[in-house]
């Protein structure tokens, strides 16, 4: 617990391949954690740059402060800056259409929790969120991008008084040139699950905020909403593009439970809205 500024870069730039259930854990500040941030900064790029075949099983958790917590946290008042973009960018050889990249999970702060509550109150990102795979016959199973966070799928999480500047991006292609889906692609998260996103803005003075999913799921706020989660006070204000299911705040709501309230959509959309929620 404490103040870290990180001015480095983190990249993962290696041929030699994942083994078969393998995961790596990626963070502008920390891989792994189960500690409390507060007041962290970081202006490095992190960036997943593997040019050999994975395997499947294999997982990578990727965050602009945090990629990945398993324990009971609390990031607060932390800072992913301009420069630090957070990209998913593997390279396909010529002829490599069996590549696996199962579960992959990317955010502007945090890139995976799913064993307790975590809460990320007043943290901002003003980076691009990025990932994707062309050329090849399978690009793995889902994959979660997220402008604060990528995957939070414990009930009573939360994500309070966020901005986000910047942009997500997903550009999965197979190798047919086809987007590839199962994804979700959120302004504030990708998927949330029992987790109550409050006070949050996704809006840039300067630009239209871009989210981009292709296929899956692609929301202004969340990409995909389940369990008892909440939008609760939440702007949006950019440009959404998505081939299958695009809501101006979410992507997809797949619980009786789940509310929206007191949001505000202001921007454009172009895709299919086959689940427009305001």
Same mark, same amino acid.
């Given at each position: 617990?404490?103040? #870290? +500024? ?16 393998? &995961? #790596? ?6 891989? =792994?954690? *189960?500690?409390? =941030?507060?007041?962290? #900064?970081?202006?490095?790029? !992190? ?18 402060? !945090? ?16 420069? /630090? %973009?957070? *990209?998913?960018?593997?390279?396909? +050889? ?14 502007? @702060?945090?890139? &995976? ?31 979660? =991008?997220?402008? @604060? ?7 009573? %999480? $939360? #994500? ?6 910047? $942009?997500?991006?997903?550009?999965? =292609? ?23 996103? %409050? ?17 899956? &799921? ?11 989660? !909440?939008?609760? /006070?939440?702007? &949006? ?21 789940? +509310? ?19």
């Amino acid at each position: 617990e404490g103040t #870290i +500024q990180n001015n480095g870069e983190v990249i993962w730039n290696s041929s030699g391949g994942w083994s078969c259930n393998s &995961f #790596i854990c990626l963070g502008g500040v920390c891989g =792994f954690t *189960s500690k409390d =941030f507060t007041g962290c #900064i970081n202006n490095g790029k !992190v960036l997943f740059n593997e040019s050999s075949t994975g395997a499947s099983g294999s997982k990578l958790y990727m965050g602009g402060v !945090v990629g990945y917590t398993k324990a009971s946290i609390t990031i607060a008042n932390c800072t992913n800056t301009d420069k /630090g %973009s957070v *990209s998913f960018n593997p390279t396909a +050889q010529e002829g490599d259409t069996d590549r696996l990249y199962d579960d992959i999970y990317v955010g502007g @702060i945090l890139g &995976f929790s799913n064993e307790n509550v975590v809460a990320i109150d007043k943290c901002a990102n003003a980076a691009a969120v990025s990932g994707g795979l062309s050329n090849c016959d399978n690009t793995g199973n889902d994959k979660h =991008f997220g402008g @604060i966070a990528g995957y939070i799928a414990v009930e009573g %999480s $939360s #994500i309070t008084d966020c901005n986000m500047t910047g $942009s997500v991006v997903n550009n999965d =292609f197979n190798e047919h040139g086809t987007a590839v889906d199962g994804t979700t692609c959120g302004g504030i998260i990708g998927y949330a699950n029992g987790t109550t996103i %409050s006070g949050c803005t996704v809006k840039n003075d300067s630009k239209p905020v871009l989210v981009n999913g292709l296929k899956g &799921f692609v929301g202004g706020v969340a990409g995909a909403l389940s369990g008892t989660s !909440v939008l609760d /006070g939440c702007t &949006f204000k950019g440009a959404l593009e998505g081939e299958t299911a695009t809501g101006l705040l979410s992507g997809n709501v797949a619980a009786s439970g789940t +509310q929206i309230k007191n949001c505000w959509y202001l921007g454009t959309v172009n895709g299919s809205s086959s689940n427009v929620l305001v």
